[in-house]
């Protein structure tokens, strides 16, 4: 999987990946979704989705840009 974008934010950073021409957003490496755009995914944990790992926290608290064009662009 390799990861495209990233966001950081106060309980740590969330990635665009990308895999098999389906894009996912990642957190601690867990999978959080599979879209068929980065725009979608981000959307996902913009509009809220809730990280097992964070005891149940809402993404959508976290100020995340609704812009995938927001996100820092990795360089490979």
Known sequence: MRKLYVHKTAVGAFY????????????????????????????GLTKGHVVDSLNGLDTATLAIPNRVQEWAKLVH
């Open 16 to 43: 665009i990946a990308e895999q098999d021409r389906r894009f996912h957003a990642l957190f601690r490496n867990e999978n959080l979704g599979s879209y068929a755009t980065s725009q979608q995914a981000v959307d």
